[in-house]
């Protein structure tokens, strides 16, 4: 159903001054490969900023990918978008498909035109989801009227009145009470269950994820981290499991070999041990009269949490932050200042400041003139940089020409100046 191979997305966004502007590329997506089968049901998760709305975005037609191979169905999503829609719903959990002032059912009906569904087969699902969803008690009350559970519910039937072969659902239950989750996710279990409803799911709520998922892709900083069966995500990276013990009375001696003893309180103790709960059950009836004993499992919201703080996936691969994107002679010219840039681990406002930092240090203090100029002189402006050398006053006069993109969407530095111009050029169009 969705086949991805090296897919990358970045986005570029301009700072600096005026007279020294600085153009900075964020990299979104990058390399990320993936198949779903049709009727399969994928958590995809990861911390805010990690590329996940953006993947899904790209997989929806609603952007265009840098590179890399997407199909949905066998349609690319962008070129055949008329098409790749209406095999598709969504539901974003901050957005409303529904019409604000127009009662539900006259917005689904609405729906039913927009997709072009049979009278008949609209009124079948219409009746099959109000009594799943329970929509009846406001199917004819204002979309701007529901609580966020009821505007949910009906943003899910609308999503799927008209059949769709794949469901994108962003954080569909956030905001909600644990009776209105309950009642989503038992739907979306029953569609993707008994009409082969291709769901990917992307939550912070774990609770929807051990619900209707067992496979999961974790994602961070733009790059896939894990694609894998939930329960061995928990065994790899999962705490210990937990052995509650409650005896008969209180044990003289509570340690238990083979087990780790968590604590006491009266005659109940607790053992983390790892692997199958028979040989632990074993050892504690054996050590002592037992009246009663439960096998606590990990909590995976724990789990995830340790993988994003701990970085124990970090291993198989580079962290990403904000960049600023060269070609090779721009990358020399860059290269002495490396060593003056904070270091800095994420994106955003902290890492475009990281990456402005070799410039404004380079402005602070008075050091010898830097001549940009392109052509013959270049080594020795690059050298001149070494040595800590800026701009001279007054280089920036005149009209300054855009930067030219090669291949990969950088800015052309050779283009700085006319070649051979050792003592007019301008500086480099790269920080």
């Known amino acids: 159903m969705i086949h991805v191979e090296h897919l990358h997305k970045t986005f570029t966004s301009r700072g600096g001054s005026p007279l020294r502007p600085v153009r900075r590329v964020h990299e979104a997506v990058r390399d990320i490969s993936f198949q779903v089968a049709p009727g399969e049901v994928v958590g995809y998760l990861g911390p805010n900023g990690a590329g996940k709305s953006t993947t899904v975005k790209i997989l929806t037609g609603l952007l265009v990918p840098d590179r890399g191979e997407v199909r949905v169905g066998g349609l690319v999503p962008w070129k055949s978008r008329r098409q790749h829609v209406a095999r598709l719903g969504a539901v974003f959990?901050?957005?409303?498909?529904?019409?604000?002032?127009?009662?539900?059912?006259?917005?689904?009906?609405?729906?039913?035109?927009?997709?072009?569904?049979?009278?008949?087969?609209?009124?079948?699902?219409?009746?099959?989801?109000?009594?799943?969803?329970?929509?009846?008690?406001?199917?004819?009350?204002?979309?701007?009227?529901?609580?966020?559970?009821?505007?949910?519910?009906?943003?899910?039937?609308?999503?799927?009145?008209?059949?769709?072969?794949?469901?994108?659902?962003?954080?569909?239950?956030?905001?909600?009470?644990?009776?209105?989750k309950e009642r989503i996710r038992d739907f979306v279990a029953h569609v993707s269950r008994e009409r082969g409803v291709t769901v990917l799911l992307t939550t912070h709520d774990l609770g929807d994820v051990e619900r209707l998922a067992r496979r999961v892709l974790i994602i961070d900083h733009g790059q896939l981290l894990y694609d894998g069966d939930l329960g061995q995500l928990q065994t790899r990276y999962g705490s210990a499991r937990e052995l509650h013990v409650d005896y008969d009375a209180s044990p003289a001696d509570a340690q238990v070999p083979g087990l780790t003893l968590l604590g006491t309180e009266g005659p109940r103790a607790r053992y983390a041990f790892t692997g199958p709960a028979a040989g632990p059950i074993a050892r504690v009836t054996a050590h002592a009269p037992v009246r009663d004993l439960t096998v606590k499992e990990p909590d995976i919201e724990a789990t995830i949490r340790r993988i994003y703080e701990g970085g124990l996936l970090r291993g198989r691969y580079t962290r990403g932050h904000d960049a600023l994107h060269c070609s090779p002679t721009c990358a020399a010219w860059r290269g002495p200042f490396a060593a003056l840039a904070p270091s800095h681990g994420g994106a955003g406002a902290a890492g475009h400041r990281a990456s402005a930092g070799p410039v404004a240090a380079a402005r602070r203090s008075p050091r010898p003139v830097l001549d940009c100029g392109g052509g013959a002189g270049r080594a020795g402006r690059v050298a001149a940089a070494a040595a800590g050398a800026r701009p001279r006053a007054g280089h920036n006069a005149g009209p300054r020409p855009a930067p030219r993109d090669d291949h990969d969407g950088a800015p052309d530095c050779s283009a700085a100046g006319p070649a051979g111009d050792a003592g007019a050029g301008r500086r480099p169009l790269c920080p």
């Open 93 to 180: 959990g901050q957005r409303t498909t529904l019409w604000w002032d127009l009662p539900v059912r006259d917005s689904l009906e609405l729906l039913r035109h927009v997709y072009r569904v049979p009278p008949a087969r609209w009124q079948a699902n219409l009746t099959t989801f109000t009594e799943l969803l329970d929509l009846g008690p406001f199917l004819h009350t204002p979309a701007r009227a529901l609580s966020l559970g009821q505007r949910m519910r009906a943003d899910l039937a609308a999503a799927l009145l008209h059949d769709p072969e794949l469901l994108f659902l962003d954080e569909p239950t956030v905001g909600l009470d644990v009776v209105a």
